[in-house]
């Protein structure tokens, strides 16, 4: 999943990866780690799950549609002692339509690391 208008985001976005990390930030390793939503994210809502290393509950409370092809998604976290909510947009995109923004950008993915393609290094395609 990919948050707000595409591909105009994700292409600049990539494009600047693709180009490099400026000389201040430091060498440019020429890939990317790209951590998208998994393809069920916003289906079987309300769900939660239990983040023992942050020691929060993390509840995923809704993902209502707002044209194009984008929710807007209510998340809440939960701790001891706190309790907040977010709310962002995002858009479902396919392995297909995800690697197409890629293609765009001139990036390409490396492998998927991750069972559900959640973590995905990307890299310059070859010209």
């Known amino acids: 999943m990919a948050r707000g208008p595409l591909p105009a985001v994700l292409t600049a976005l990539f494009a600047r990866r693709r180009r490099g990390t400026p000389p201040r930030a430091g060498a440019f390793r020429r890939v990317s780690l790209i951590r998208r939503e998994g393809a069920d994210y916003h289906v079987g809502l309300p769900r939660e799950r239990e983040d023992l290393e942050a020691g929060c509950t993390i509840r995923i409370l809704s993902a209502d549609p707002v044209g194009d092809g984008v929710d807007e998604v209510m998340a809440e976290y939960v701790l001891e002692d706190a309790r ?13 339509q995800f690697e197409g923004c890629l293609d765009e950008a001139r990036l ?18 070859q010209p």
């Open 84 to 96: 907040w909510t977010r709310t962002f947009r995002s858009r479902a995109l396919s392995a297909e």
């Open 108 to 125: 390409v993915v490396d492998r998927y690391l991750t069972p559900d393609g959640v973590w995905v290094p990307a890299r310059p395609a």
